[in-house]
């Protein structure tokens, strides 16, 4: 069984083999595929990076014609003029010019819209705290660069919200900065779902605080897709970014691992008050996992460039091949081990190795020691001769010579052996001996050769037979007749 054992082995080595090219390249393949997944997440922090200074552009553009409003210029430089710190002479007729304006704004209308006088107290403002007067602003680093005659952009929390803000000064007479504008638009749900998240479809967008979350979108996989982060493990991801030098120096982070399969992610700081607290924005895509993930993606030309054909017959041609060893080394070798057998019920009295191979000569080898034994056993019942149910020789036993016994005719001696015939017949059920019994011709051959020899050797007129049970078995008792 040499080459059907060689041919599993082959098997065995070209299956664990297989495997193991299998699991190197899933992890290629996902090496690749998070790196792949990292530069795509990298850009899509970039573009929303983009994306917010643009808009912040945009809205810092469309506060041009509030902070040059004509009545909201006038009512600041008379602001400036005042002795009187109080902001009540003033403040109401501001903040209601402010909610006029911001009204005429449309879909760029602020959630916050605050006035501030040349040196920083609020005197007119919309949205949270409306109304509210009299606070000090102007050691904000936005408020304080509008007044100075730059604009900004910055993000703020106010109540647990983000806003993102931007500040034009208000000018008089073209050069006497008399206080500025700031606006504000709330980071909410719907902004991060409508503004944000379309700029990178299919990834996780997050804004947070030091607090937690502001905002946050986490889509819904494609079939067979890899599962996007969840808004919760980006915001737990971010109890990392204090040990990360790139973080702590430059506010941004590469894409980064989170979790254990939760995806890569990148994190970029806010610009100001919640940038310097810790605050930022973070996107995230899932990384594939599953072995047979990118199976389930496969289109119907993927599938037909596969050579089905050819693996099929290739995958028929090995299982011919294995057929075609186990018939050699095992089919074969039995049958020729069953003609061998069929030979000892014939005329062979053992089988020849030299014929067979394999386990067929193993076992024609073991079958050789068995009958051996079996005739050695058989030879120390007999005393010392061989005894055989078909050789009657190996069955008679020779006492002395009888003297005294006349010699018989022909005709008697054949009576003789015919009653003998029939007694050795009875003594062989007797003693329960199966198989088939010697014919006539034969036991008469075997008593014709066995009373010569014992003629020749005792000089005996004659022999008579007697059938006897002897170790179980049947036998014949020849007795010399001496005249």
């Known amino acids: 069984m040499l080459f059907t054992r060689l041919w599993i082995v082959v098997l065995a080595l070209v299956a664990g083999v297989s495997v193991a090219a299998a699991m190197l390249a899933r992890s290629i393949y996902d090496h690749d595929r998070a790196g792949d997944v990292g530069a795509l997440v990298e850009a899509d922090r970039r573009a929303v990076d983009e994306f917010l200074r643009r808009d912040a552009r945009t809205r810092l553009d469309d506060l041009a014609p509030l902070s040059g409003?004509?009545?909201?210029?006038?009512?600041?430089?008379?602001?400036?003029?005042a002795t009187d710190d109080s902001p009540r002479a003033i403040g109401p007729r501001v903040t209601q010019r402010l909610r006029s304006l911001n009204d005429d704004?449309?879909?760029l209308k602020g959630d916050v819209l605050i006035a501030v006088d040349r040196r920083g107290i609020v005197v007119g403002r919309v949205g949270p705290n409306d109304n509210e007067l009299g606070g000090y602003l102007g050691g904000i680093p936005l408020v304080e660069r509008a007044l100075s005659g730059s604009v900004r952009d910055d993000v703020w929390e106010l109540g647990g919200a983000a806003y993102r803000m931007a500040a034009r000064p208000v000018i008089s007479e073209g050069r006497y900065y008399v206080g500025a504008i700031v606006h504000g638009m709330a980071i909410n749900q719907r902004f991060v779902e409508e503004k944000v998240s379309r700029l990178v479809p299919g990834a996780t967008v997050v804004f947070f605080g030091p607090g937690g979350s502001y905002a946050g979108v986490a889509p819904t996989p494609e079939r067979g897709g890899p599962a996007s982060p969840t808004v919760a493990a980006v915001v737990e991801g971010r109890s990392a970014l204090a040990s990360r030098e790139e973080w702590t120096r430059g506010g941004t982070t590469r894409a980064i691992e989170i979790g254990d399969h939760d995806g890569m992610v990148s994190y970029v700081a806010l610009p100001g008050v919640v940038g310097a607290a810790g605050g930022g924005v973070a996107v995230g895509r899932g990384v594939p996992t599953l072995p047979g993930d990118f199976l389930l993606k496969a289109s119907k030309e993927d599938f037909s460039r596969v050579p089905i054909a050819l693996l099929s017959f290739g995958a028929l041609l090995l299982a011919g091949v294995g057929i075609?060893?186990?018939?050699?080394?095992?089919?074969?070798?039995?049958?020729?081990?069953?003609?061998?057998?069929?030979?000892?019920?014939?005329?062979?009295d053992r089988l020849d190795p030299l014929v067979l191979s394999g386990f067929a000569r193993d076992l024609a080898v073991t079958a050789n020691d068995g009958i051996d034994a079996v005739v050695k056993r058989e030879v120390q019942r007999a005393g010392?001769?061989?005894?055989?149910?078909?050789?009657?020789?190996?069955?008679?036993?020779?006492?002395?010579?009888?003297?005294g016994v006349m010699a018989m005719s022909p005709q008697e001696e054949q009576r003789h052996w015919r009653e003998v015939y029939d007694q050795f017949l009875a003594r062989r059920r007797e003693a329960g001996e199966g198989g088939e019994a010697p014919s006539w011709e034969k036991f008469t051959a075997t008593l014709q050769k066995?009373?010569?020899?014992?003629?020749?050797?005792?000089?005996?007129?004659?022999?008579?037979?007697?059938?006897?049970?002897?170790?179980?078995?049947?036998?014949?008792?020849?007795?010399?007749?001496?005249?």
């Not at 004509?70 to 600041?76: G, K, N, S, Y």
């Not at 075609?324 to 062979?348: C, F, M, S, T, W």
């Not at 010392?384 to 003297?403: A, H, T």
Request: without cysteine.
């Open 105 to 107: 704004l449309g879909p």
């Open 384 to 403: 010392g001769r061989v005894r055989d149910v078909g050789d009657l020789e190996s069955l008679l036993s020779v006492p002395s010579p009888q003297p």
């Open 324 to 348: 075609l060893l186990v018939y050699a080394e095992y089919d074969a070798k039995k049958k020729r081990l069953q003609a061998a057998l069929e030979g000892l019920r014939k005329d062979h």
């Open 69 to 81: 409003d004509a009545q909201l210029v006038t009512l600041l430089a008379a602001r400036a003029n």
């Open 450 to 483: 066995s009373k010569k020899e014992l003629q020749s050797r005792t000089g005996a007129a004659g022999v008579r037979f007697t059938a006897q049970v002897k170790d179980g078995r049947a036998g014949l008792r020849a007795s010399p007749i001496t005249v």
